[in-house]
Structure formats: C-alpha cells, structure tokens
C-alpha cells in the first residue's frame, strides 16, 4: 500500500485522510484507510486493483463520463454506484464492465463471483460456479 500511496503521490495524487501505517508501526502488515484526490482517470492507482483500504476520489461531469472512466481499465472485478435515485443507479450498474457491483453499499448476496476483463475468467459459487468444473459434450445421433 505504500507504494501504491507514494507513487499516486508522484503522479499528483493528494493525500487526504491516511496514507501510512497508524501509531508510527514501522512493521507489520497495517495501512490507514487512505482516501486520495487530485488523481487523474489515468493515473496508476486509478487504473491498478489496489487490495487495501485506499480510496481514490475521481471527478466526473455526468453519468457518460463516470461509466467512461470506470469502464476505461483492464479490470473488472467489482464496484459500486452510491446515489439517491435507485432506478439511475441500477442503469448506471448495468454499464459498468464488472463481474459485481454494489448500489448504495448492498451487495448482490450468494451470486456467482467473479471478475471481467484482467479480473478473472469464470464464476465461483452457485450454478456458474460449477459449470467451470463441467466439460459439456454434444453428439449428433442418426435418425
């Protein structure tokens, strides 16, 4: 996670809340939850999966341009559309290229997980999940 932080850092990120370990740890494995601003769409920590608790805050000026920037990465494992309007987040959601996403924190339950893009290939759990296991066969039979 620190060097996630010290390069969005380089690249003209701005720590706002976080961005090291808490109480002075020199070991160990903790990091702040870190929320970071002034990145570009671009940017390394934008475009990276970042497994920890760094959060980095983007701009947008309407819902194209959202989708555009959440769908403009390689991966593709899970996200989240926070708003007041259920039926506009739920549109939103189905544009976004992942295999999860959450509306106003509440996530999709005992689905099929899995990711899009560089995030993964196949599902894990429930149906789809098995079918990862099953190799399908067809055979044509003369009448």
């Known amino acids: 996670m620190e ?7 380089s690249d003209g990120a701005t720590i706002v809340a976080g961005g090291g370990r808490p109480n002075g740890l020199d070991r160990g494995f903790y990091f702040e939850p870190t929320v970071l601003t002034d990145a570009s769409p671009a940017s390394f920590i934008a475009q990276e999966e970042v497994f920890g608790p760094v959060l980095t805050v983007l701009r947008y ?3 194209d341009e959202a989708v555009g920037i959440a769908n403009d990465s390689v991966y593709g494992l899970g996200g989240a559309v926070w708003g007041t309007d259920i039926d506009r987040a739920v549109g939103l959601a189905r544009r976004i290229r992942t295999g999860q996403i959450s509306i106003n924190g509440t996530i999709p339950g005992d689905a099929p997980f899995g990711g899009f893009k560089q995030s993964g290939i196949g599902r894990e759990g429930g149906l789809m999940g098995l079918r990862a296991y099953m190799e399908p066969k067809a055979i044509g039979v003369p009448a």
């Open 61 to 63: 000026h309407n819902d």
């Open 3 to 9: 060097g996630f932080v010290e390069r969005a850092e």
